[in-house]
């Protein structure tokens, strides 16, 4: 008799990790769907995430510097 392989069961409920601080923001796929008459260079995306890492930052400190920890579009 061949052996039967063991599957691992789904766990139900279990809480996602957080993902680590160096993790993408952007997506790349959507970034290229975005895009309508350029290719994308593999460089591009690295500068997109540095960017929006930064625009994060500055509307973060934007928010606290008026008392408030909820971002807002005027943040941006």
């Known amino acids: 008799m061949a052996a039967k392989k063991k599957t691992?069961?789904?766990?139900?409920?279990?809480?996602?990790a957080a993902k680590p601080a160096g993790a993408m923001i952007i997506s790349k796929s959507r970034v290229k769907a975005a895009v309508k008459k350029c290719n994308v260079?593999?460089?591009?995306?690295g500068a997109l995430e540095a960017e929006v890492r930064s625009l994060i930052s500055?509307?973060?400190?934007?928010?606290?510097?008026?008392?408030?920890?909820?971002?807002?579009?005027?943040?941006?």
């Open 58 to 76: 500055r509307a973060e400190e934007r928010a606290l510097g008026n008392k408030r920890k909820t971002l807002r579009a005027a943040d941006v």
């Open 8 to 16: 691992a069961a789904k766990k139900k409920g279990k809480a996602k």
């Open 41 to 45: 260079g593999a460089e591009f995306y």
